[in-house]
C-alpha cells in the first residue's frame, strides 16, 4: 500500500509517520520544508517537497497513492487561519480525487455541529466536509485534547502549571473535555488505512475520563509533585484569558488564543462508533500523563546538541535557551587535536584532578549541598582517568560514556530540578569541536528562580571549564 502523508513535520504526522513505517508501509511525505525530515525516515521512505495548499504540487503528491492523510491546518501561519484551511483543503481533495486515491484519512476536532462553535473547531468540521463532498471513502476522526511530548496542549498545560503555583481559574476551565493520549491518537490513524471500504464515516476517539482542561493541570502536577492553587473566577471571559496568556506564556499565545477561545465548547465523544471498529482501548488521563512526561525525557536523552549547534549556533543570552520545559546553556570551542586527546581532557574531570575553573565554587557548591543533606563533592571518582556508565563522580553520576564521542553526566547534588552536563567531541578537518551544555529541568517557580540566580555563575564557571578542557587537550599531546 503506498501511503501520502501530509503535516509529516508537525506534531501528530511525525508520530504516526514512525508508526507507519514500523508497520511496513510505503509513505511518501510531502513537505514544504524537506530538510527537517532529513535523517529521520526510514530509507524507502520518500520526502518531496512541496506546498500542500499549491494544486501542481498536490497533484504530483498524489500520483500513485491509495490511502492519503490530510493532516494540515493553518493556524500558526496567519489570522485568517479558516480561509487557509479551506483553500487547501478544496485542492488536496481535487488533486486526491483527480488522481483516484482510494481512501482519505483525516484528524479533526471534537465538538457539536451547532452555532456555538469556536472559529477553530468550525474549520476542523469544514475541513471535514469538504473532504467528504469528494465522494471518496474518508475517514474522519474527531479527538479532543491530545496528550503527548510536542502536543501544544500539553506543552500549555505543562507550562502553566511550572511557572504559576496560584492560577486563576475562569469557568471554561470546567469545560468537560475527554483528553486522549497520543499513542492512541496514530493507533487510530494507523489502523485506519486497513478499515474495510464504506464511505464516509466520522469516528469520535477520546479516552476514558471525561475530565476538565483543569482536572488535566491537577494530575500534571500531581505527577510532578507541585502544590498549585486554582483559583475560581467566573468573570474571566476567554478573551481576557487570552491577554492573560500572553504575559504568562508570551511562546503560545499566537495559537493559543485560538484555541482557548474553543475551550467554551465541550469536546465529549457522543457516540461509541470508533469502540465498535477498531481494536483501540485508550487509556486513561493518569498514564497518558505519565507517558508524555516520559516521552519528553525520552527525547531529551536522545537529543544531540553538537548536531544541532553545528547547524545553528544557540544565540548566546541570560539564562540560556529554552527548549520545552527545559532551559540549556550550550558552548562549543574548536581544538587542534585528535578526538581521542580532546575526549580524554573531558573524561579527567572531577575528582581530584579539579574542574578546570572555579575549584573554589565547586568546592562551596558542594558544602551547601552537605548541609541540605545531598551527596556533596566529597565522592571523587572511582578511576582517575577512565569513566564508565553508572560512574559516581562528585555530586554527579555517569549517565553516557561514548569514548570518543560523548559524556552526560546527571547531578545528584539537591536542586529544585533535574540537571545534567554533557560534552560531545565531532571532529572536522583535521582538528575537533568540543561542545559542552549544561541543561536543567527546572521544578515549578522555585527551578526557574534557581536557575536564572545562579546563571552569573554559570557564565564564569563553564566558560572558564571548557577553556581549561581545551588548554589540557592541546597541552596533553
Known sequence: MHILLTGAT????????????REGHRV?????????????????TEIMAGDASDPDDLARACAGINTAYWLVHSMESGVDFERADRLAAERFAAAAAAAGVKRIVYLGGLGA????????????????????????????????????AGSFSFDLVRTLVERLPVMICPAWLATPTQPIAI????????AAADLPPGGARIFEIGGPDKVSYGAIMREYAGQRGLTRFMIPVPVLTPRLSSLWLKLVTPEYSKVGRKLIDGLKNPTIVTNDAARREFAVRPRGLSQAVAEAMHQEDTAFAGKRWADFADVEDLPHRYGGRPEGARLVDHRHLVVAVEPARAFAAIERIGGTHGWYACDWLWTLRGWIDRAIGGPGMGRGRRDPHRLVTGDTLDCWRVEVCEPPRRLRLAAEMKMPGRGWLEFEVVPRDGDVTIHQTAVFDPRGLGGLAYWYAIWPLHELVFKNMLAGIARHAVRAG
Open 183 to 190: 499513542s492512541d491518537v496514530v493507533a487510530y490513524l494507523t
Open 10 to 21: 508537525g506534531y501528530v504526522g511525525g508520530v504516526l509517520l514512525t508508526e507507519l513505517e
Open 28 to 44: 511518501r511525505c510531502l513537505a514544504r520544508r524537506p530538510g527537517k525530515l532529513a535523517g529521520k525516515t526510514a530509507p524507502d
Open 113 to 148: 455541529d451547532d452555532d456555538t462553535l469556536s472559529a477553530h473547531l468550525r474549520s476542523r468540521h469544514e475541513v471535514g466536509a469538504i473532504l467528504r463532498a469528494t465522494g471518496l471513502d474518508v475517514v474522519e476522526f474527531r479527538a479532543s485534547i491530545i496528550v503527548g
